[in-house]
């Protein structure tokens, strides 16, 4: 697992960035990129208590970032906490006191800008240019430095802290692993993925009339023709002619056919 300074990671940016060098955007790129990595994981310390940490600590930034999609909700609203002494009760005396501030991220801002400067740490292959054109690096600069100004606020935020209360535990079909999903989430997205990276298996949720949780695999499985080792591929990107790689050692197989297996919608139901 990573274990960066935030504040070092950022500093070390804005350094870089200083510099008219174009190489120094890409390195400035890595810096940014630590640094939200940094922040995930010390968000996700906050649910290390829920997750062993055999599993905790062999978490990719790329999956843990799912995990904290999935522990908590895309908060998107900044909040400032000040106290005031009162005159009388109810009646503060004006004299408020800044307490601290939160700068609350949005997690698909993570999500979005994480990806975006692992694009720009890749040398173009097949380009002669191959740092990129004047302009686009120009543009690029300008994107690092919004990054940048967009950060730093977050990352003197000093307000951390967010409980899993509302967590739905599931046991994944594929690995038994116990896993578990924050209910707003799985309201809003419908969605839980294993805790486990090595599984990773995928699930939609629903939720019945007694306020229970029920998942089901989003996930088929494919033993590999050659090494026997189990796949798992979303349902929806199933379809005859799809091809896909083992994941242990690399066989590509293309699927020939399928067998759908069905039952009554109306035999669930009372009748009333
Ligand atoms: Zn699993
Ligand atoms: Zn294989």
Redesign the pocket.
């Known amino acids: 697992m990573a274990n960066y300074d935030k504040w070092s990671c950022l500093e070390r940016a804005r350094k870089l960035l200083t510099s008219a060098d174009d190489d120094s955007l890409r390195y400035a790129s890595l810096e940014l990129r630590f640094c939200i990595e940094a922040i995930i994981y010390e968000k996700l310390d906050t649910y290390s208590r829920y997750v062993p940490a055999a599993l905790f600590e062999k978490w990719q930034p790329n999956h843990a970032l799912k995990m904290l999609l999935q522990f908590e909700p895309d908060a998107d609203e900044d909040f400032t906490l000040y106290v005031s002494p009162e005159s009388e009760p109810g009646k503060p005396t004006g004299n408020w006191t800044c307490l601290g501030q939160h700068n609350a991220v949005k997690l698909s801002w993570l999500n979005k800008n994480y990806n975006k400067l692992g694009s720009y740490l890749h040398v173009k292959l097949g380009n002669k240019n191959k740092g990129g054109t004047t302009e686009e690096l120009s543009v690029n600069r300008k994107d690092i430095e919004r990054m940048l100004s967009e950060l730093e606020p977050v990352i003197n935020s000093d307000i951390v802290g967010a409980t899993l209360a509302t967590r739905v535990q599931f046991k ?6 116990l ?1 578990l999903v924050n209910a707003d989430v799985l309201r809003k997205t419908g969605r839980a993925t ?3 990276q ?4 995928e699930y939609t949720a629903s939720e019945d009339a007694e306020g229970g949780w029920q998942f089901k695999l989003a996930m088929t499985s494919f033993k590999c023709l050659k090494c026997e080792k189990i796949n798992f591929l979303e349902i929806r990107h199933v379809d005859i002619g799809t091809k896909f790689r083992c994941n242990r050692c690399g066989e590509v197989h293309r699927i020939v056919g399928g067998q759908w297996n069905y039952e009554r919608v109306t035999a669930d139901r009372k009748t009333s």
């Open positions: 994944c079909q594929a690995c038994q692993q896993s294993c805790i486990s090595q599984c990773g298996a």
